[in-house]
């Protein structure tokens, strides 16, 4: 890979050097020059307004696939604390890993993380890279694209997997482009196949499955839908390396500044995508305001509120409550689906279900071919019965 510096189109503005996450440029009498510090991750080229600093990379045919190693994860970080999915991945990770002979590694940014490597090592990693900085506190597309372009030019990662979540889903395809590389969103399955990530998703509505390689291209890359793998056993005993990956991040250099968070959950409402028990309601429900039976089922089992795709789009509640292939994969221990058909785009989202529950007035509605437990029956009628029978024996137990 040559990096080419185009110095007769070159201002000296600065603005490369406030966008390099390695602190990898200067300018020296009035010209940008790129030190032995760069890692190629193209933060510069993406905000030189006068196109003076170009990448020329390898192309396929010169790459020598056996310098590529190990399989990555990507460890998402909400409120200080590792999101469940981290874990899943990693435990799938393994797997993989243990196929190739190859370790598994998380990669993590942020400020003051380092604290959380231990329960990584628990969860499977091998070897950790650590980028710190308190710019990164925060996550911006620019910022954490480009550290993690420079990870994986200067370590050479075989398999990248990150977390189908607003992050993973947006940080995902800008590494791609930048790195010319294959990607395949929304992945329910991975597994290795002749050497390579076989990495299984829905296609056509989620009426087939679609299995794809990225053969020419290193590393291969998949984001994974929560809930759909298995979360392993921590092993607290397992350790493992902490790689520290130098960073310098010039918060002036940031094209996208957010300046004010807007939670569209309802306040003090569970998340479906980390609870154990969720109470599902569906067009059945009939109206925003029938919901009220759905909360107080809710309530009393301590559990999330979802909703099908039809009960968002007519406003009864919000995106955040979405369980489905275009919402959110869930996989609780325990799934109460109250007035829900049962499309095949909802079932694809809650089937993994330890244990479901359907209420429905029409027998042959198709959530009852999935169902561990169905009562045909009138919901407004049946879930009110429900709730005060589970109030009663909770009060028993008290």
């Known amino acids: 890979m040559v990096l080419i510096n185009i110095n007769e189109k070159c201002t000296g503005c600065s603005r490369c050097l406030k966008a390099c996450p390695f602190d990898a440029i200067k300018i020296i009498n009035k010209k940008a020059v790129i030190g032995e510090e760069c890692t190629l991750c193209s933060a510069c080229v993406q905000v030189c ?13 010169e790459i020598d696939f056996s310098q590529y190693r190990d399989v990555w994860v990507f460890v998402e970080i909400k409120d200080n604390k590792i999101r469940k999915v981290t874990f899943e991945l990693l435990g799938k990770a393994k797997e993989l890993a243990d196929e190739l002979k190859q370790d598994v590694c998380a990669v993590i940014l942020g400020s003051n993380v380092k604290k959380t490597c231990p329960e990584l090592f628990a969860y499977g990693a091998d070897k950790i890279y650590l980028a710190e900085d308190s ?65 299984s998703r829905p296609a056509f509505g989620g009426n087939i499955m679609a299995d794809i390689v990225c053969p020419m291209t290193r590393p291969q890359m998949a984001t994974i839908r929560p809930n759909v793998m298995k979360k392993p056993e921590p092993d607290y005993n397992r350790n493992g390396r902490i790689v520290e990956v130098p960073v310098k991040i010039n918060q002036e250099g940031l094209r996208v500044v957010v300046k004010e968070i807007i939670k569209t959950t309802i306040s003090g409402a569970k998340s479906i995508d980390e609870s154990d028990i969720i109470v599902s309601g569906g067009r059945g429900v ?60 909802h079932l694809v989202g809650m089937k993994g279900s330890e244990v479901i529950i359907a209420i429905n007035k029409d027998r042959e509605a198709q959530i009852f071919t999935v169902a561990d437990y169905g009562i045909v029956g009138d919901l407004h009628k049946v879930v009110p019965l429900l709730t005060e029978e589970l109030k009663k024996e909770l009060k028993k137990a008290e």
């Open 135 to 199: 710019a990164l506190k925060e996550y911006y597309t620019d910022t954490y694209s480009s550290v993690i372009v420079g990870m994986i030019l200067k370590y050479n990662p075989n398999i990248v997997i990150y977390p189908a979540t607003r992050i993973g889903r947006d940080m995902a395809p800008r590494i791609a482009s930048t790195l010319k590389l294959g990607l395949t969103a929304d992945c329910t399955g991975l597994s290795i196949k002749d050497g390579l990530l076989l990495q």
């Open 49 to 61: 307004e006068f196109n003076a600093i170009e990448i020329k990379r390898k192309e396929t045919k």
């Open 286 to 345: 009939g109206s925003k305001e029938n919901f009220k039976i759905i909360e107080e089922l809710a309530n009393v089992l301590n559990a999330a509120i979802g909703a099908s795709r039809a009960a968002v789009d007519l406003g009864w509640r919000p995106k955040t409550c979405q369980v489905g292939q275009s919402g959110t994969t869930v996989s609780p221990k325990i799934y109460v689906a109250c007035g829900i058909s049962g499309a095949i785009q």
